[in-house]
């Protein structure tokens, strides 16, 4: 049982995460390494954690990887060249376990392929703040919540051709972080849609059967999103992914696959807010804060997404650095046993975030189990010292005659 102060201190700890609650007040920016930090951020950031123990422990890499039953996250245009019939997978991560025990994501996802060439799939995403004491600013309770968010999932993949494949999906987004005990707030809604395509190819790498395959995915185009009455509303995390990978059957037993996806978002960059000798930040004369470089964040979204590479006040090489890169490996012996290890990376100015990944997978009959485990360089994680693991089955024999 927490206070509402250990919340905001939760919430605080999460923009380590540059996706964190987006505030309408402008930031105060401090420096790192002579660089101005500029972290951009959004409402329910909770959509870009990464859901699955396989693609976490490959550095958050997944765009492009081999299908499987969590693509929905990733690219779910990989979902059309699935062999198996049907499957459904179970995902579990702790978060902030190193600071308070009772906070996780859970994702629930499954397909059913309807022929050759298309296949429908689902996800559901839940993710719980725990049990929350909120107080007034004496100290008096006010109630006992449990503050929580989720999203759910429907897709529509389909192969375009022997080597290429797409898909739409669309989301329904829910956020209740105070349930009603904090005047004037209310649950957040919004709606949103993913675009993708996934291309793949067999091929021969000197003289090694390879398999070269590339993907791209644009998450989450929806409606902004507000938890008041107030007619501002904040963008939620429209994001560009995009990567390639190449997989080598070495022989029979033995296949290894390396994957490298690039992320970035297509929301606004906080400009940089023009300040007095004393700090403070100046306003206008039409009660609007004046902006010393870059661009008004408070644009629409279709706006929002079309300027996102153009208005970060650093110009082209802040823009540049707005880009994570993940890099993944993955080895597969006999199609039961991998081992897998990655790296993300994020800029400095924009949240530095950068840790190794490690894991491993199993995978017996239709029965598969995928343990991942984060370990933080440049700074602590969110994800650190704990241990997340999916359960996924894959079912054959039920799919319908082909069209």
């Known amino acids: 049982m927490r206070s509402l102060f250990s919340v905001i201190a939760v919430?605080?700890?999460?923009?380590?995460?540059?996706?964190?609650?987006?505030?309408?007040?402008?930031?105060?920016?401090?420096?790192?390494?002579?660089?101005?930090?500029?972290?951009?951020?959004?409402?329910?950031?909770?959509?870009?954690?990464?859901?699955?123990?396989r693609a976490g422990a490959l550095g958050d890499a997944g765009v492009s990887s081999s299908p499987d039953i969590n693509s929905m996250h990733w690219n779910p245009a990989k979902?059309?060249?699935?062999?198996?019939?049907?499957?459904?997978?179970?995902?579990?991560?702790?978060?902030?376990r190193s600071l308070v025990p009772d906070i996780n994501l859970s994702y629930l996802s499954g397909y059913r392929k309807l022929d050759d060439l298309q296949t429908i799939a689902f996800s559901l995403k839940y993710f719980t703040l725990g049990d929350v004491n909120f107080t007034d600013e004496v100290g008096t309770p006010m109630g006992t919540v449990r503050p929580n968010e989720f999203s759910f999932d429907v897709a529509y993949a389909r192969r375009l051709g022997d080597f290429i494949g797409g898909a739409i999906a669309a989301r329904f987004i829910y956020s209740d972080l105070t349930q009603g005990q904090l005047e004037g707030s209310q649950a957040g809604i919004s709606l949103a849609a993913d675009v993708a395509v996934y291309y793949e190819r067999e091929?021969?790498?000197?003289?090694?059967?390879?398999?070269?395959?590339?993907?791209?995915?644009?998450?989450?185009?929806?409606?902004?999103?507000?938890?008041?009455?107030?007619?501002?509303?904040?963008?939620?995390?429209?994001?560009?992914?995009?990567?390639?990978?190449?997989?080598?059957?070495?022989?029979?037993?033995?296949?290894?696959?390396?994957?490298?996806?690039?992320n970035k978002l297509l929301v606004p960059t906080p400009p940089i807010?023009?300040?007095?000798?004393?700090?403070?930040?100046?306003?206008?004369?039409?009660?609007?804060?004046?902006?010393?470089?870059?661009?008004?964040?408070?644009?629409?979204?279709?706006?929002?997404?079309?300027?996102?590479?153009?208005?970060?006040?650093?110009?082209?090489?802040?823009?540049?650095?707005?880009?994570?890169?993940?890099?993944?490996?993955?080895?597969?012996?006999?199609?039961?046993?991998?081992?897998?290890?990655?790296?993300?990376?994020?800029?400095?100015?924009?949240?530095?975030?950068?840790?190794?990944?490690?894991?491993?997978?199993?995978?017996?009959?239709?029965?598969?189990?995928?343990?991942?485990?984060?370990?933080p360089v440049a700074q602590r994680s969110p994800l650190e010292n704990v241990l997340r693991f999916s359960l996924t089955f894959d079912f054959e024999g039920l799919r319908a005659p082909t069209q």
């Open 273 to 375: 807010y023009a300040r007095d000798e004393n700090g403070q930040v100046i306003i206008g004369d039409d009660g609007e804060y004046v902006i010393e470089s870059g661009r008004n964040p408070n644009r629409s979204v279709v706006a929002g997404m079309l300027g996102s590479f153009s208005d970060a006040p650093g110009g082209f090489s802040e823009e540049l650095n707005e880009f994570t890169i993940s890099a993944g490996a993955e080895y597969w012996y006999d199609q039961q046993f991998a081992i897998r290890g990655g790296y993300f990376y994020e800029h400095e100015s924009k949240g530095n975030r950068k840790y190794f990944t490690v894991g491993l997978g199993l995978k017996y009959n239709v029965f598969g189990l995928d343990f991942a485990y984060v370990i």
């Open 79 to 96: 979902y059309a060249f699935l062999e198996d019939e049907m499957g459904f997978a179970l995902n579990y991560t702790p978060w902030l």
């Open 203 to 262: 091929l021969n790498w000197q003289n090694t059967p390879a398999t070269f395959a590339s993907g791209i995915n644009i998450s989450n185009m929806g409606n902004k999103i507000t938890y008041t009455d107030d007619i501002n509303a904040d963008f939620i995390p429209i994001n560009l992914r995009f990567g390639p990978s190449l997989r080598f059957d070495l022989d029979n037993f033995n296949q290894v696959a390396l994957m490298v996806d690039f």
């Open 11 to 53: 919430f605080i700890t999460m923009l380590m995460v540059p996706n964190a609650a987006f505030s309408q007040e402008p930031p105060d920016y401090s420096e790192v390494l002579g660089q101005r930090i500029n972290t951009i951020t959004t409402a329910v950031p909770f959509l870009m954690i990464a859901p699955d123990a």
